[in-house]
């Protein structure tokens, strides 16, 4: 008779536990059959990957993996949240970003949201990409500032803009107790942006008066997104907040704010990207870390972290911008698992301008469904305990660290602004992710992976202030390169009625040249080159006459590596004597006669498609 275990299954207890020995055999067993021969740790070693920040994810993770006590939530470090209930109780909050110029208009808009879902609102206010001080009373009109946070963004305005607040909180009778949100203040984080020297003095006396008459209102807010939006790593983007926030803390204590009170003042901003794994260990590394700051300053108790993540803007796409509602989704389920307090999706539209209300309409939806359909809230840190994430938040807190103590041997945040170490840092960074970008070891899917050359563009109204603010960090997109490309053909196509064009010399039967025939039409179409593969097939005879009637200026040979060596140089021969400008062979480098250039996975395509937009004068 089988007797079960205590809890009924018996499952696979009959079994030996494998040793992690006998994973590793196997593993080198598949890895021979692609043709690498590696044994013992190698093999596993060969499945890794390094990413950005020296870090490298495995391929396996195991009870080994150990990692620092995450301890609980609500206790120091905060690795697992800031609060104990997490956000279990009611989910996070869903915060709204609004950066509308008319008052009427604004108001129309922050009605809709919350009567839909929104539970705070995030206003740019002041500026040219923001509703005047002077509107902000109409733009709140109806909505119920005792029950909905807001937070504000005025940037060189916010003695007026608070000042307006205040009053509005006044005039419509909310007692203090009850007032919740931000001020926005943020003078390093503007620094960031504009390069402009930061004043300190603003922000802390709105500092000092929330913590005295107000004490749900933060009047600091550490803004990472600007050094996300440089080009930053996930650790850099850590660093530089923590940098910011250490110099804040000494700001305020320095005026006679206790480190319990000064820490209370400051909330932390994030980007969350569809990493969705980085995501989750960026904000509990985020915690620990500013527990660990806290725990420093004295004050160990007051190190709970209020994080506020929003969805990239950096991986936003201009092109097939419908994916951006798959990669918010993901950033919004990293965010939430992640243990963010405040959760703001932007619009899918959000890199043509101004979102329409379907767009708006989608970004708050996607807490919704995360919370009310998948309940992601309803246990606290779901990632905890996974030795993946554990190991992950790990390693990117003392990356973090790394990056935040050069920063303070450099003499603090504003002079590492000051005298160009920061943007030094994010530039070699983003240098080396456009490598990536450029080769599609990193794909933006609809950009650089299966564009739409076809699909109608979509428009929306130009948002206030675009461009922002220059003589700052730069701000980059991951598809900044390839928009360039896409632009050129645009122009192209509006000059002379079509885009420029790329004939496929596919040669002998369809088995043997449709993969590379679809790589090569994926990789062209990427620079907004429409590929043109008719007729199905050619050979040294009929190639010539087949691209003069495509009307491309170059070609491209796909097929199998045997096929090649048996009529590449002919086609190849022939395609120049039709007038081929360039002559390309879908396939890894040899000596094949004619053929000027090769593509394959991995070759530089913006390079590539640079060059032949060059060469058929596509301005």
């Given amino acids: 008779m089988t007797v079960l275990p205590a809890d009924g299954l018996s499952l696979a207890a009959e079994f030996p536990d494998p040793a992690h020995e006998q994973w590793q055999s196997l593993v080198e067993g598949v890895l021979r059959k692609s043709g690498k021969d590696v044994a013992g740790s190698a093999a596993e070693e060969a499945l890794s990957t390094t990413v950005e920040d020296g870090l490298i994810t495995r391929p396996l993770y195991t009870s080994r993996d150990d990692a620092p006590d995450a301890g609980y939530p609500g206790f120091a470090p905060f690795t697992r949240g800031s609060k104990a209930a997490g956000n279990a109780a009611g ?25 839909n ?20 009373a109409r733009a709140l009109e109806g909505v119920h500032l005792d029950l909905a946070p807001l937070a504000i963004d005025a940037g060189g305005e916010l003695d007026a803009a608070a000042t307006e607040l205040l009053r509005l909180y006044q005039v419509r009778g909310v007692a203090p107790a009850s007032v919740h949100g931000g001020l926005g203040a943020d003078p390093l984080g503007q620094a960031a942006r504009s390069g402009d020297a930061p004043d300190l003095t603003a922000a802390v006396h709105w500092a000092k008066r929330c913590a005295k008459e107000y004490p749900g209102l933060r009047a600091l807010t550490v803004d990472a997104l600007p050094y996300h939006e440089a080009g930053g790593s996930a650790a850099q983007e850590l660093g530089s907040s923590l940098a910011t926030g250490v110099a804040y803390l000494r700001a305020l204590t320095g005026t006679g704010l206790s480190i319990e009170a000064a820490c209370a003042q400051v909330e932390f901003r994030y980007a969350a990207t569809a990493d969705q794994f980085l995501t989750i260990a960026k904000l509990r590394a985020a915690r620990r870390l500013w527990a660990r700051v806290a725990e420093v300053c004295g004050a160990p108790g007051a190190g709970a972290q209020r994080q506020h993540a929003v969805t990239s803007p950096v991986m936003m796409t201009r092109r097939d911008p419908w994916v951006n509602m798959l990669r918010t989704t993901l950033a919004c389920l990293g965010a939430g698992v992640g243990g963010a307090d405040s959760v703001t999706v932007l619009p899918f539209d959000h890199a043509l301008g101004l979102p ?178 008719d007729p199905v097939s050619v050979d040294a005879s009929t190639a010539a006459g087949a691209f003069a009637a495509s009307g491309a200026g170059v070609a491209v040979l796909c097929s199998s590596d045997t096929l090649y060596a048996e009529q590449a140089g002919a086609v190849a021969s022939a395609l120049r004597a039709a007038g081929a400008q360039r002559v390309f062979l879908a396939g890894r480098p040899a000596e094949y006669p004619d053929v000027d250039a090769y593509v394959f996975a991995g070759c530089d395509v913006v390079a590539v498609l640079s060059s032949v937009l060059d060469r058929m004068g596509v301005a």
Avoid: C, M
Wanted: no cysteine; charged share 20%; hydrophobic share 40%.
């Fill in 356 to 533: 329409d209300a379907f767009a708006r309409r989608i970004a708050r939806n996607t807490s919704t469904i995360l919370l009310e359909e998948s309940h992601l809230a309803r246990v606290i840190d779901p990632a905890g305990g996974s030795w993946y994430v554990e190991r992950l938040t790990s390693e990117l807190a003392d990356a973090a660290w790394a990056f935040f103590q050069e920063i303070e041997r450099a003499g603090g945040q504003a002079s590492a602004l000051g005298s160009g170490l920061v943007g030094e840092r994010l530039a070699a960074t983003w240098a080396a992710r456009s490598k990536d970008l450029a080769r599609r070891k990193e794909p933006i899917t609809g950009v650089s992976e299966f564009p739409q050359l076809a699909e109608r563009p979509v428009e929306r109204e130009t948002a206030p202030g675009a461009g922002g603010a220059s003589g700052g960090l730069p701000v980059v997109r991951r598809d900044e390169a390839f928009e360039a490309l896409r632009a050129r053909s645009d122009a192209h196509l509006a000059a002379t009625g079509s885009r420029p064009r790329v004939f496929l010399a596919a040669i002998g039967p369809t088995s043997a040249h449709t993969g590379r025939a679809t790589f090569a039409a994926n990789l062209f179409q990427a620079g907004g080159i429409e590929p043109v593969h």
């Fill in 117 to 136: 879902g929104v539970t705070s609102l995030w206003l740019t206010v002041g500026g040219t990409s923001g509703v005047p001080v002077s509107g902000l």
């Fill in 91 to 115: 989910g996070w909050d869903v915060r709204q970003q609004h950066s509308l110029t008319d008052p009427a208009r604004l108001n129309e808009a922050v009605l809709a949201d919350l009567e």
